[in-house]
């Protein structure tokens, strides 16, 4: 990732709706999955700390991330337990935390050795909530500026994830409101120079806009907690480490 696009993230945190809306999306999933106060929970990937820093009700949280400038925003932050790693290569012991965020990672990722590790360091019993961006067809300058490997169908992401054992509680397209005009936007934008290709977020900063889409998304996620959405430009998926190895193991649907 483009070491401003970190300084783009930290400027427009706290108030901007993309960001607004997954924290929201985070906390209400790791309510109704119902995790203890003590519960350990990763958060691979955590760039500057956004969603770490909405966690205040969890004591043993932890954030990895493998460029050396996001660590440096964290503990700007006042942000403990956070370090430098790769999730390819996670420094944690086998069956070690309850929950694992991992938000727009596995996309810059090799999927087999990630998803490997991710089990690895999960409880049995544990949960995985994961975020990717969607549809292959949607490929543009910005995801080669965010050195992504692939872009994700649900049909994709849950074949990656049944292979490594995980069952799937919950999947869901998210941000449909906005699939159309950003690829509209991407496909203008790809017409700027590398060095000129300004950050999707500065797009959407303006305070009426971003309040209208921050109700948008509010709104979007009511409608994801009762309906697997159709098509949309992310992708959430809430999985557990299975607790035996049995293929009969059941599963309640979840709603977020």
Not at 10 to 26: G, P
Not at 190 to 208: A, C, G, I, M, V
Not at 236 to 243: D, E, L, P, S, T
Request: glycine residues 4%; hydrophobic residues 40%.
């Amino acid at each position: 990732m483009r070491l401003s696009h970190y300084a783009d993230v930290h400027h427009y945190a706290k108030n901007h709706w993309w960001h607004l809306s997954k924290i929201k999306l985070i906390t209400n999933t790791l309510e109704l999955i119902k995790l203890k106060q003590n519960s350990k929970i990763l958060d691979i990937g955590c760039g500057t700390g956004i969603i770490l820093s909405s966690l205040t009700n969890y004591k043993n949280i932890y954030g990895i991330d493998n460029e050396p400038k996001a660590i440096q925003y964290c503990k700007k932050n006042k942000l403990k337990n956070v370090t430098i790693g790769n999730a390819q290569k996670l420094s944690f012991p086998s069956n070690f935390f309850d929950c694992l965020i991992v938000l727009d990672v596995l996309e810059h990722v090799d999927e087999n050795i990630a998803l490997s590790e991710f089990v690895r360091v999960l409880k049995p019993g544990g949960y995985l909530i994961i975020t990717v961006p969607a549809y292959q067809w949607m490929w543009s300058k910005w995801d080669e500026i965010l050195m992504h490997k692939k872009r994700y169908t649900k049909s994709s992401l849950s074949q990656a994830l049944t292979k490594h054992q995980l069952i799937i509680y919950k999947i869901t397209y998210l941000y449909s409101f906005i699939l159309i005009p950003t690829f509209l936007i991407r496909k203008i934008k790809t017409y700027f120079k590398s060095d000129h290709y300004s950050s999707d977020l500065k797009l959407s900063s303006n305070h009426y806009t971003n309040s209208l889409l921050l109700n948008i998304s509010s709104l979007e996620r009511k409608i994801a907690n009762r309906f697997s959405l159709p098509f949309g430009l992310s992708i959430y998926c809430v999985a557990k480490k299975a607790v035996t190895t049995s293929r009969f193991e059941s599963k309640k649907p979840l709603q977020v």
